[in-house]
């Protein structure tokens, strides 16, 4: 476990953000050399990499995924292996979800499989959402076709060790909208002139507000949240005559988003037309919900009774987004959480650090995911 901590605190250490993890894959590479694949796939969906380890017989085949990218938030911890980027970390545990699986390589080239074959897939660009997209879409991944797909996150607020499962929606559908109005500029005196997007932006946020059902639970659970709004110059003397404002939009099923995807773009059309404004819309950083097979979470919990470790079966979906969801559409798999304490620091928070304890609970379980499969 020592050599596995150390390259946690080396990759906290020297953390990129989304579609830069050019040294981090470097990195995940000189630690594969030690513990060589049947076959390693790079350059996947970008800087992507795909560990791929088979065993002596045909048997089934299993696919692991963590995540290679940090986040641009400055890091105020104090500890040696801080990050030496300013303005970058590892604020969400992809240095962690990384240690894990290096730590499955190791495992499955000491003791490697009868049959079967397991990939360990270290996928970029997670946090903006174009990670798993650009991974599927990569003409090298076209003949991979797992039986099964994992992946794991710590889960800060939950008992270090614990196995969060849940079946169906794990963590939620999310899409972020750009509205784009364009009116006419004129003299603020003469306001009548021109188009001001005001009222248009006032009246779509009213709008917006009105659908939020905050109630994970229901099928009509909609969550949209404003993330930016912007008009005209702070010249006193204009009447603005461009606007914009962005969202991001939650759904507990990716039915659902598309529904309401639809329904909020002609809102905001009929609203533009009222106020004789051009529009934009556009969509950015969407991530599909997770919504998890049925037989894959009973492994998961096979495994976690036989390593004997606590189970928390989960009655709502987390209301973040994971690109993992992309792979459960097109596969059969499950996103599992990993607790990572009850008092740690929340995720995506400046203060927070990936439990090394946890790792080695994270490659147990894992393997012992792929015994019972393969076993099966």
Sequence with gaps: MKELIQFR???HQHPEVSGEEKETAKRVLAFLSNYPPSEIITNLGGEGILAIYRGKQEGKSILFRCELDALPIQEINTFDYKSSYEG????CGHDGHMAILCGMAKTLHENPLEKGTVMLLFQPAEEDGNGAKRVLNDLKFNTIKPDFAFALHNLPGYKKHQIVVKEA????AVNSMIIQLEGKTAHAGEPENGTNPALAIAEITQLFNAKINTDVASNQYCLITPIHITMGEKAYGVS????EVHFTVRSNSNAQMRIIESNLEEN?????SKFNLKVKIDWTQSFQANENNIE????IKKAALKKEYA???????????????LFTQHFKGAMLGLGSGENTPSLHNPDYDFPDEIIATGVTLFHQITKEIIDA
Excluded at 88 to 91: E, G, L, N, P, Q
Excluded at 169 to 172: E, G, M, S, V
Excluded at 296 to 299: G, I, P, R, S
């Design 9 to 11: 605190q080396e990759l």
């Design 240 to 243: 603005a005559g461009y606007g």
């Design 88 to 91: 970058v970390s590892h604020k």
């Design 169 to 172: 929606t794990f963590t939620c």
């Design 296 to 299: 894959a979470v009973d492994f």
């Design 311 to 325: 189970i928390l079966e989960k009655e709502l979906p987390f209301t973040f987004g994971e690109d993992f969801g």
């Design 268 to 272: 905001v059309a009929e609203i533009a």
